[in-house]
């Protein structure tokens, strides 16, 4: 009777360590395959976190933004998401560069630029005009004009927007009010977000104010004959 309550304790021992390996062996699965970022299961900051540690380009861009806004349980930190982001973009993310320019942008000016260089090169539309007036503001002019013009053309409002500021400032050898009244209407008639729309027309009012009538009247006839011919392009 003896021996047969030892077997049968033996027998529940290697049964309960067969089911801890495997139990070991499904975690250590789990935590090993690919992220599924469809499946709303798998959005655990520990699964991530896992898939980030992998180098899961994904993953890393999903934990910056969560860090960045303070959403999913997480509390906003920018300094990690920025970490998350600039680990992105190292890994080649064009999306992950463009996003850690926008939080490094005030502590290390030649690292944004390269961030700028790579988001943009990575075709990330918006990287555009922001390089563009990061360059003009740094002492590249020239360049940096060319890319906000580009960018304008491409019916961009805020390049538009940034080329009347530059102008207001007189950065540019050929700034003057009529170029920053000229740009400051385009970017009013491009711009999309009727908030903004309100802050441009008191931009635009309070410059007017300061301008002679002529200089107006020939800001006011160029920026409705580029937006009528625009109308044609789109």
């Known amino acids: 009777m003896k021996d047969i309550v030892y077997r049968y304790k033996n027998a529940i021992l290697c ?16 935590n090993a395959r690919p992220l599924d970022l469809n499946d709303p299961t798998e959005m655990t900051l520990s699964r991530l976190e896992s898939a ?16 960045s806004a303070g959403v999913h349980g997480v509390k906003e930190n920018k300094d ?8 992105s973009a190292k890994l080649g993310s064009a999306e992950g560069a463009y996003n850690a320019a926008l939080l490094s942008s005030n502590k290390n000016p030649r690292e944004t630029l390269e961030l ?9 539309v918006e990287a555009e005009s922001l390089l563009g007036n990061y360059l003009v503001r740094s002492g590249e002019k020239e360049q940096g004009e060319i890319l906000l013009i580009r960018s304008s053309q ?4 805020r390049a538009m927007l940034q080329l009347a500021d530059i102008h207001k400032e007189g950065i540019l050898n050929n700034s003057s009010m009529t170029e920053s009244m000229y740009w400051l209407l385009l970017s009013q008639r491009f711009e999309q977000d009727n908030l903004q729309k309100m802050i441009l027309d008191d931009k635009i009012q309070s410059l007017g104010k300061d301008m002679e009538s002529k200089d107006l009247t020939e800001a006011e006839i160029r920026s409705s004959a580029w937006f009528l011919g625009s109308l044609h392009r789109k």
């Open 52 to 67: 980030a540690s992998r180098k899961s380009v994904p993953a890393l861009l999903l934990l910056g933004n969560m860090y």
């Open 15 to 30: 049964i309960g360590f067969i089911f801890a390996v495997a139990g070991i062996q499904y975690r250590l699965h789990i």
């Open 80 to 87: 990690k998401a920025l970490e998350y982001y600039k680990t």
């Open 116 to 124: 700028l260089w790579q988001a943009y090169k990575g075709g990330i």
């Open 154 to 157: 491409k019916f961009s409002s």
